[in-house]
């Protein structure tokens, strides 16, 4: 079990860029969530899949943010024509499917639009 | 809607000290609650968790937590902090039926020497 990992850790991008992150879940999980975080906030959900489907978008996931987790196993998140309120630590969790069952988190990807 | 309130942004005690962070609930049922920490530039690490039974959880690296129906409080507390215990600490409740989680707006906590 070597946990959840996101890449990049970090990016930097200017406004009007797309950028994309990869979330690796724990390799059993067949459940993977993505959630938000903003400055002295606590995290926000965005969406979820179970394998590969992608079962709910949360309101604050705009027509820019797209998700995908092609095979049910890794899964990335897509933001396009970027804009600096969506400066934020983006965070993936996973879990499995019984229920109630634990969110493991990676360390997130934080981004910065200047 | 299920919510948690965390009423203290920040908290500072000194290494050795006792140390209680408030959690308050809103939800119709007993709720199932989550306590997370997330220390600089990690991410978030569970605690422990309360689903049902025995209301005093015990979790890792000493921390504990009582839920109280009555005061819809699910408090977390350590006899004792070390100074890696600084971090910024979340209560969370689940949503039933895809276990999205609704976190609080988290407690920073400091120790000083």
């Known amino acids: 079990d070597t946990g959840v990992s996101q890449n990049p850790r970090h990016k930097i991008t200017k406004r009007g860029q797309n950028v994309t992150f990869r979330c690796d879940p724990i390799?059993?999980?067949?459940?993977l969530y993505w959630y938000r975080q903003t400055l002295g906030q606590g995290p926000e959900f965005l969406t979820y899949?179970?394998?590969?489907?992608?079962?709910?978008k949360s309101r604050l996931l705009s027509d820019r943010f797209s998700a995908e987790r092609p095979k049910g196993s890794f899964s990335t998140l897509e933001i396009q024509r970027t804009e600096q309120g969506d400066s934020a630590m983006y965070l993936c969790?996973?879990?499995?499917?019984?229920?109630?069952?634990?969110?493991?988190f990676g360390p997130g990807t934080r981004l910065l639009v200047l | 809607a299920q919510s948690v309130t965390q009423p203290d942004i920040h908290i500072t005690v000194s290494e050795g000290a006792s140390l209680e962070l408030r959690c308050n609930y809103s939800?119709?049922?007993?709720?199932?609650l989550f306590w997370y920490v997330q220390s600089p530039g990690q991410g978030l690490q569970l605690l422990l968790k309360?689903?049902?039974?025995?209301?005093l959880v015990q979790g890792i690296k000493g921390f504990e937590a009582e839920f109280k129906r009555s005061q819809s409080s699910f408090n977390l507390r350590k006899p004792s902090v070390h100074w890696s215990d600084a971090a910024e600490y979340f209560c969370?409740?689940?949503?039933?039926?895809?276990?999205?989680?609704?976190f609080g707006t988290g407690t920073r906590l400091t120790i000083i020497p």
């Open positions: 969790a996973s879990s499995s499917t019984q229920k109630l069952e634990t969110q493991y």
């Open positions: 390799s059993e999980h067949n459940r």
């Open positions: 899949f179970q394998n590969e489907a992608q079962l709910e």
């Open positions: 939800y119709g049922a007993t709720p199932y």
């Open positions: 309360y689903f049902s039974g025995d209301t």
């Open positions: 969370a409740v689940p949503t039933f039926g895809n276990e999205k989680l609704t």
